[in-house]
């Protein structure tokens, strides 16, 4: 199923999960996997208008535009916005397409699959205008994006590996407690979720039951609940992760802790470069993207949730081979 060129409409199947139904209608979830926001006056309409016919005009062209070089998959709330703004600061690295729409990702390798290749291309500039770009600077330049739903989504792993198989990748891991609880204020602040953090969690298995076999047994199945309401189940790393490791060859993947990008940014951009292949360079500050601040996890629910992802970190550790230091 393709849809039309530059179809940035919202999803319109409707949220399916069990559990608790919200008091209220949710919010429309945009393509780019965040709440759709009405555009307002005349200016902000005809700028909606604009960037829809360059996605129609960068549909149209896709035969001629790049593919990525490199992907950010996550983790959710574990920094992957931060991580990709350092890099487009790289001089050698290129923004999507247009530039100034300053889009992360697409969501392609999750909930856009459908959307058709077309779509997805329609993203990247073109290889001439990279190819220029390159000549002028004297170095190659390198064209990504960041996705963190990428990092749990069951079929990412392998379209992406279908789709661009020399791509290199990057997953920033949380501490899964912390993460959960960023990821609950994140939904709550944009109106997806409505219950108190013990609630969403006792609700957590009943929401998302079945969804994941669901979404194996039918690709063309995406799950609102399995997206924004997998507090717990998204730090579950060593399945998510562990579909990367068997899809793609341990040199295109880098896989890094949030916390030691948190306290030493400069060293982790530095492998990041390295990963790369990108010639040394220093943002002129490394600052905190999408960071928002929450209410601190209550030390019982802290305690009792560390408990209950103990085992995944375990099993983390052992699919990694090193210790996290998140117990």
Not at 102 to 107: A, E, I, S
Request: overall charge neutral; cysteine-free; charged content about 25%.
């Amino acid at each position: 199923m393709s849809p039309a060129a530059g179809n940035d409409a919202v999803h319109s199947e409707s949220p399916r999960f069990q559990g608790p139904q919200p008091p209220q209608p949710l919010p429309a979830i945009s393509p780019y996997g965040g709440p759709v926001r009405e555009r307002d006056g005349l200016a902000d309409q005809l700028k909606g208008a604009s960037l829809a016919a360059l996605r129609r005009y960068g549909a149209l062209t896709a035969h001629l535009r790049m593919t990525p070089d490199y992907l950010i998959i996550g983790t959710k709330r574990g920094g992957s916005t931060s991580l990709a703004r350092w890099v487009l600061q790289h001089p050698d690295v290129g923004s999507l397409f247009p530039a100034r729409e300053t889009r992360k990702g697409t969501y392609y390798f999750d909930v856009n699959y459908n959307r058709g290749s077309s779509w997805y291309r329609s993203h990247f500039p073109t290889r001439v205008a990279v190819a220029l770009q390159s000549r002028r600077s004297g170095s190659k330049q390198v064209i990504g994006e960041a996705v963190p739903y990428y990092l749990h989504h069951p079929h990412a792993p392998s379209r992406a590996r279908s789709y661009a198989p020399d791509a290199k990748i990057i997953a920033l891991l949380r501490d899964p407690v912390q993460r959960a609880f960023g990821h609950w204020g994140e939904r709550t602040r944009n109106g997806v979720e409505w219950l108190p953090f013990d609630q969403a969690l006792a609700a957590e298995s009943e929401r998302l039951d079945g969804e994941e076999e669901r979404m194996i047994a039918d690709p063309d199945y995406t799950s609102f609940a399995h997206q924004h309401f997998g507090y717990v189940d998204q730090g579950r790393y060593e399945r998510g992760l562990g579909r990367w490791i068997e899809q793609w060859p341990a040199s295109q993947l880098l896989i890094l802790r949030s916390e030691d990008m948190y306290q030493n940014p400069a060293d982790v951009y530095g492998q990041v470069l390295d990963f790369l292949g990108l010639k040394p360079f220093e943002p002129a500050e490394f600052g905190a993207w999408n960071m928002k601040a929450t209410s601190s996890l209550p030390p019982e629910q802290e305690s009792s949730l560390r408990q209950l992802l103990q085992p995944s970190i375990d099993a983390t550790e052992k699919l990694l081979n090193r210790e996290m230091g998140w117990s």
